[in-house]
C-alpha cells in the first residue's frame, strides 16, 4: 500500500512539474514569435550583424536616402574599432537638445553672456577617430522599454546615443607623447583589465544613468537650496555686527554657509582648478540642467554644447565632454555632494591619495589623479586621468597606469571609456577604493557589475554580459 501510494506521489509531482515546463515554454515561444518582428525592426543593420540577424535591405536603402537628402550637412567620419578608414555619411540629429532644460523642474532663469571670456584656442584635429557604440544609433529616437523576463530578470533598456560625426582622426599628436590607441592595445588594454568590448558598451551605457541620476539630478536639488542657504547667509552676517551681542555661531549654519559657498565655486567652474576653461557665469547650472533632464543624459554632445544668450556654441563654451569630466572630479572629492568643513588636499586610500586639477610640490609615491597635463615621467606609481585640448571642440582623453599612457581617445565614447577602464583598475587593483571613498559608497560599483550572458533565442547564439 504505501509503495502505491509513493507513485501515485511521485506521478502526480512528474506530471505538475511536465505541466508546468510546457506552460512556461508555450507562453515564452508565443511571447517571442509575437516580439520578434517589433523587436527586429527597431534594430538598424550594424546591430543586426553583431546580433546575427538577417540583414534588411530596406533599411539600408533608406538609410542611403536619407544621407544623400540636401537637408542634413554631412561630415566624413571613421571607424573607432577599425584599422582601415571607412568613408561614411550621417546626418546630425534632427532633434535639437533642450538647451536650458525647459522641461525640467529645475528651469529658472540664467545670467547675461559673459563678453569678458577668453578667446578660444583654435581648434585642433581629433585624433581618435569619430565613433558610436554598437548601442547607438546617433538618430535621437527613444529606445525600447525594458523587456521583463521569465527568470525576473530584465533586459538592461537600450538608449540611443546622439552621436554627431566629425572629421577623421589626424595621426600626429601636437603633445609629440599621446598618440590614439589602436584596436589592438584597446583589446590588449581590456584583456588584462579582466573585460571586453561588448562589456564595456553596456558599462558605458550604464554610466551615463549613474552620470544623470547621481550626479547631475542630485547638483539641481543641491542648488535649488541655494536661495535658501543664501538668506541663512544674510542673516547669519546679521549676527555678526558689532553693534549685536556676539554669541556663538550655530554649527548648521555655518555648514549652510560653507556649502552655499562651494556650490558656487562649482557652478563657476572655480573648482576643481585647471579643470575647465573660463565659461561665462549661468553657463554650466543651464547645461546641467540640459543633460540631466532624461536619464541618460541625452542631450549629451561630446564635441560641442548649446547656444548661449542667443548666440551658437563656440570653443570659447566647454565641450560636454569637457563638462562631465569636470563634474566626475569634483563628484569624486564631494560625493554626493557633500562639502565637509574640515578640507584636506587629498584623501588616503590604498592606493594612494587623489589630486585634482594639479599636484602638489612633493606628491605621494603612488597616488591617483586627474589633470589637465601629464605628469613628470618619473611618476611611477602614478594612476592618472588625463583632459588635453579642453579650449577646443575636439578635446582629447587618456589613461595613465603607472606612469604608462593605456589609452588615448578623442571621440564619443572616448570619455566614457576613459573613466570607466580607470574605475575597472581601481576595482582590480586597489580593493574598490579611490578619494578614500569605496566605489560601493559612490555607487559605482553596479556600473561595473558583471552578469551572466543571456540566451538569444532569435539568433540562436548566447549574447553579451549584462
Excluded at 512556461?24 to 514569435?33: E, G, K, S, T
Excluded at 584583456?191 to 544613468?209: G, N
Amino acid at each position: 500500500m504505501a509503495n502505491i501510494l509513493m507513485r501515485l506521489i511521485i506521478g502526480w509531482l512528474l506530471y505538475v512539474l511536465v505541466g508546468v515546463c510546457l506552460t512556461v515554454a508555450l507562453r515564452y515561444l508565443i511571447l517571442a514569435a509575437l516580439t520578434k518582428p517589433a523587436w527586429e525592426a527597431t534594430k538598424t543593420n550594424a546591430q543586426r550583424k553583431l546580433l546575427g540577424i538577417p540583414i534588411n535591405a530596406e533599411d539600408s536603402e533608406r538609410s542611403a536616402q536619407t544621407i544623400s537628402s540636401p537637408a542634413f550637412s554631412t561630415t566624413p567620419r571613421t571607424s573607432y574599432y577599425s584599422e582601415a578608414n571607412k568613408e561614411s555619411r550621417s546626418p546630425y540629429s534632427p532633434y535639437t537638445p533642450t538647451a536650458h532644460g525647459r522641461h525640467s523642474p529645475y528651469n529658472a532663469a540664467e545670467d547675461s553672456f559673459d563678453l569678458g571670456t577668453s578667446p578660444a584656442a583654435p581648434p585642433a584635429e581629433a585624433h581618435y577617430e569619430t565613433t558610436f557604440s554598437p548601442y547607438d544609433r546617433g538618430s535621437g529616437m527613444q529606445g525600447n522599454a525594458t523587456v521583463p523576463l521569465f527568470s525576473g530578470g530584465t533586459v538592461p533598456t537600450y538608449h540611443p546615443s546622439l552621436v554627431p560625426r566629425g572629421k577623421a582622426g589626424s595621426p600626429h599628436a601636437p603633445d609629440g607623447g599621446l598618440h590614439p590607441t589602436s584596436p589592438e592595445a584597446l583589446e590588449d588594454l581590456l584583456r588584462q583589465l579582466k573585460t571586453d568590448r561588448r562589456t564595456l558598451e553596456v558599462w558605458v551605457e550604464r554610466f551615463r544613468e549613474w552620470m544623470s541620476k547621481q550626479v547631475l539630478q542630485q547638483l539641481l536639488v543641491a542648488r535649488d537650496q541655494s536661495a535658501q542657504l543664501a538668506h541663512i547667509k544674510a542673516g547669519f552676517q546679521q549676527r555678526l555686527r558689532p553693534d549685536t551681542p556676539s554669541a556663538d555661531p550655530s554649527l548648521v549654519c555655518v555648514q549652510a554657509i560653507h556649502r552655499y559657498q562651494k556650490l558656487t565655486e562649482l557652478l563657476q567652474g572655480e573648482h576643481p582648478r585647471q579643470l575647465l576653461p573660463p565659461t561665462p557665469r549661468g553657463y554650466i547650472l543651464a547645461r546641467v540642467r540640459a543633460l540631466a533632464d532624461g536619464p541618460c543624459m541625452t542631450a549629451f554632445t561630446w564635441n560641442g554644447g548649446s547656444s548661449w544668450n542667443n548666440k551658437p556654441w563656440t570653443n570659447e563654451l566647454p565641450t560636454d565632454s569637457t563638462l562631465v569630466f569636470f563634474l566626475f572630479a569634483a563628484f569624486l572629492e564631494f560625493p554626493r555632494w557633500h562639502f565637509p568643513l574640515e578640507e584636506s588636499q587629498s584623501h588616503a586610500s590604498t592606493g594612494g591619495p587623489l589630486y585634482l586639477g594639479s599636484l602638489p610640490h612633493k606628491p605621494a609615491e603612488q597616488y591617483f589623479a586627474v589633470l589637465p597635463l601629464r605628469p613628470p615621467p618619473d611618476h611611477k606609481g602614478a594612476t592618472c586621468m588625463l583632459e588635453l585640448d579642453m579650449s577646443t571642440s575636439q578635446p582629447r582623453f587618456a589613461l595613465m597606469l603607472q606612469a604608462d599612457p593605456v589609452l588615448t581617445a578623442c571621440s564619443y565614447v572616448g570619455l566614457y571609456h576613459v573613466i570607466l577602464l580607470f574605475l575597472q583598475n581601481i576595482r582590480l587593483h586597489h580593493h574598490g577604493q579611490v578619494g578614500g571613498r569605496t566605489l560601493d559608497y559612490l555607487k559605482l560599483s553596479a556600473v561595473l557589475r558583471l552578469s551572466e550572458p543571456l540566451y538569444n533565442l532569435f539568433a540562436g547564439k548566447w549574447f553579451g554580459f549584462f
